[in-house]
């Protein structure tokens, strides 16, 4: 039971080149999630997917796209890399844990710079 | 704007002691209550879930929720240096999405031996 696993681990673009980063969960869990992690900063939510079929926005979308793929896999693609976008990334997965809130469990992270 | 605060630290405790990490959050509709723990160039790593008012304690740990003051704080007892890591309390986004939580910046927590 592999959890939450992410690719790649670190990745270097020049600013303009585009990437997807990969996104896996063996758990079963129908919402998935992908955030940043910036120096000093919370997790800010970039987009999520509460079940397979179904995207939205979070707090900081602009200049990302994703795809669920299926129920285990959900992709974050940067179509024109910027610096700003350099980051830490993570993808977390999430079910209702007895009814009551929703656990969430990270994967590994991907650390990108954008030269 | 829907806000988690927490003081950025770091906040050092001698081995031994208890470490007590504090977390205010702005939704009043907010149910559910998580602290991870991370470690410096790792993911976070769920710990501690509170849905009820009062304390919940788990080996070492234990969570405080206080719905009426708005605030959830992390105990941990007889502190030891592998506890020194950033912990990021998180807040779930109350009616609005149950799936969606709010994070703290989190606290750096530094254990002294």
């Known amino acids: 039971n592999a959890g939450v696993t992410q690719t790649p681990k670190f990745q270097v673009l020049k600013t303009g080149q585009s990437m997807t980063l990969q996104c896996a969960q063996d758990m079963n869990h129908n919402s998935m999630y992908w955030y940043r992690q910036d120096p000093g900063m919370g997790l800010r939510l970039i987009y999520y997917s509460a079940s397979e079929g179904t995207t939205d926005k979070g707090e900081v979308p602009n200049g990302y796209n994703v795809s669920r793929l299926n129920k285990r896999e959900f992709s974050l693609r940067l179509e024109s890399a910027a610096p700003s976008q350099t980051s830490v990334y993570f993808c977390?997965?999430?079910?209702?844990?007895?009814?009551?809130?929703?656990?969430?469990?990270f994967g590994p992270g991907t650390r990108l710079t954008v030269t | 704007q829907k806000e988690v605060e927490q003081n950025s630290g770091p906040l050092s405790v001698p081995e031994g002691a208890i470490a007590s990490l504090n977390c205010t959050y702005s939704d009043r509709g907010s149910q559910s209550f998580f602290w991870y723990r991370q470690y410096s160039g790792k993911s976070p790593e769920l710990i501690m879930s509170i849905y009820s008012n009062g304390d919940k304690e788990d080996g070492r740990f234990t969570a405080q929720l206080n719905k009426a003051s708005q605030y959830v704080s992390l105990l941990i007892r007889d502190s030891q240096p592998s506890d020194s890591a950033t912990y990021l309390c998180?807040?779930?986004?109350?009616?609005?999405?149950?799936?969606?939580?709010?994070w703290g910046a989190g606290t750096k927590l530094i254990i002294k031996p």
């Open positions: 998180a807040v779930n986004m109350g009616l609005d999405s149950n799936y969606q939580l709010i």
């Open positions: 977390a997965s999430s079910e209702e844990a007895a009814g009551e809130g929703y656990e969430q469990y």
